[in-house]
């Protein structure tokens, strides 16, 4: 892999469509896991805990963690609008469960007031598939990415509802016989109910750079 | 679409303490704490009838808690709940399980069930923390199926040293098996008293193969960032918080000094105007069987 270079030697990434550098939103949750995900695509990634850190890369990927922590978080170091800025101007973005929720314009089962960032139109339930005696690992298939996934579901989300602009990439029948997604693409932006980066199996990863390789060629 | 699901398996449950670093994970008593503790952005909330600082004060057999405060916890929050069982106690675990807690804690904090046997914890779906005070006890929980170590400390004392201690301890045993030859490393399991093939993994890895949280006398905001600085992948805050002055806002404070550990400024601002902590016992006042540490083995 190479990258050009930088015309200015500057961290400023965000306006430069020829070096693309990957934030991985490290207020809570499993930053490490997606750090080494990217890191093993030869992706230069760096940690966003404020908005200073947001304006020095081109794509994000919001982690598994916990989504109630993560937006408070967001919200009280003043990153939240920044964040809606910041797809607002096509950066292509990764939520993966916790990172799901965010992304979703609409939640259900959630905490009493408790804010997303938004830019998905979807409406996701939280915790939708049980607690987590019934949280569980299975093989998906996965539109544009490939089969046998090995996907790995933690408390997850599921998407109840879609947008007509919004792709879905994988879904899964549940015990009551319905079929809901649990992957999903609008635009730029990219939602996963399940985990991965806690498996060594790069494929979404390399699908989300691939993504914003071309939305940074895009904005250029 | 493939049926194959499977439950209870390792990465599920190491999976899902993943999901809970950089976070603080608070001892609350009844649903009106676990509010407060979900509202200030707790990760996750541990359910038991009385905080340690209580358990040490009214003495007596401490034992798992009601289902019933249990359940009006579970159906208070969206975060997830856990739930501590007694050191050996099969039961109170497969209770726990049915029930739906989302994480056990085999605690040396209650009253050992068995003195000799920890539960066998690669029979449950419902994955287990459990405490340790070095590497071998870390490694034989992990052996016996614990999904997540924290460090001991001394609950319920609002004091941090046994807490920093626990963490140095476990944080140098890994340092010393790093470059280690492989006789070397068959030496360390025999005097770790800990499963060769883990102690190897550790050598390769730099660090526990599960996720690593502290836990034991941590009382404020500056603790906290203490122990994430000494290498925790999160906290837990037990009698810190309900036993002080003002649990909502020194709650969210020590959400913020976890997160935000290595930015001093940060931890200054949210220690300001926090009210009484809880009061501490030193340490060395404490009888030998007045301390929790020392159980489980």
């Known amino acids: 892999m190479t990258h050009c270079q930088n015309p200015k030697g500057l961290p400023d990434a965000a306006g430069d469509s020829s070096m693309l550098r990957v934030g991985v939103l490290a207020l809570q949750g499993d930053v490490r896991e997606h750090i080494n995900s990217l890191t093993s695509l030869n992706v230069a990634v760096q940690k966003v805990r404020n908005p200073e850190e947001l304006i020095t890369v081109n794509a994000l990927v919001i982690p598994g963690g916990e989504s109630t922590t993560i937006s408070m978080l967001a919200n009280r170091v003043g990153l939240i609008s920044p964040l809606r800025e910041f797809i607002k101007n096509g950066h292509a973005v990764y939520g993966s469960c916790a990172g799901m929720i965010l992304l979703a314009d609409e939640i259900l089962d959630g905490k009493a007031g408790q804010e997303t960032i938004g830019g998905l139109d979807m409406t996701v339930r939280r915790n939708a598939f049980g607690r987590q005696v019934d949280s569980f690992e299975t093989d998906l298939n996965i539109k544009d990415i490939g089969d046998a996934f090995k996907a790995v579901f933690i408390r997850a989300p599921w998407v109840e509802r879609v947008g007509a602009n919004v792709e879905v990439l994988a879904s899964v029948k549940t015990d009551s016989g319905s079929d809901h997604p649990v992957m999903v693409r609008q635009g730029f932006l990219l939602a996963s109910s399940f985990h991965p980066e806690l498996t060594n199996d790069n494929r979404v990863h390399q699908y989300f750079v691939e993504m914003a390789k071309s939305a940074t060629s895009v904005k250029s | ?297």
């Open chain 2, 1 to 297: 679409m493939a049926n194959a699901n499977s439950t209870g398996t390792p990465r599920v449950k190491q999976g899902m303490a993943e999901m809970l670093k950089g976070g603080v994970i608070m001892d609350v008593i009844d649903a009106k704490q676990a509010r407060i503790a979900e509202d200030a952005g707790a990760v996750a909330v541990m359910a038991l009838e009385r905080v340690p600082a209580d358990i040490r004060k009214d003495g007596g057999v401490a034992r798992m808690s009601d289902p019933d405060m249990i359940d009006e916890i579970i159906a208070e929050v969206s975060i997830p709940v856990m739930a501590k069982a007694r050191i050996g106690h099969i039961v109170e675990a497969q209770v726990l399980q049915s029930i739906g807690v989302d994480y056990i804690d085999e605690s040396e904090v209650l009253t050992p069930a068995d003195e000799a046997n920890h539960i066998d914890k690669w029979q449950f779906t419902v994955p287990f923390i459990c405490g340790a005070t070095n590497l071998g006890e870390a490694l034989r929980r992990i052996a016996e199926g614990a999904a997540m170590i924290r460090s001991k400390g001394e609950a319920g004392t609002g004091n941090v040293v046994e807490a920093v201690r626990h963490m140095r301890t476990i944080k140098s045993d890994i340092a010393k098996l790093k470059g280690a030859s492989k006789e070397e490393l068959y030496t360390a399991a025999k005097n770790l008293q800990a499963p060769y093939e883990l102690v190897a993994q550790v050598a390769e890895l730099g660090k526990l193969p599960v996720v690593l949280f502290t836990a034991g006398g941590i009382a404020t905001p500056a603790d906290a960032a203490l122990m994430m600085l000494l290498g925790a992948d999160g906290v837990f805050v037990g009698s810190g918080i309900f036993k002080s002055g003002d649990p909502a806002q020194r709650a969210k404070a020590i959400v913020d000094a976890t997160t935000n550990f290595d930015k001093p400024e940060i931890v200054a601002k949210v220690s300001r105007s926090l009210g009484e902590a809880m009061v501490g016992i030193n340490i060395d006042t404490l009888s030998e069987s007045e301390r929790f540490a020392g159980r489980g083995w």
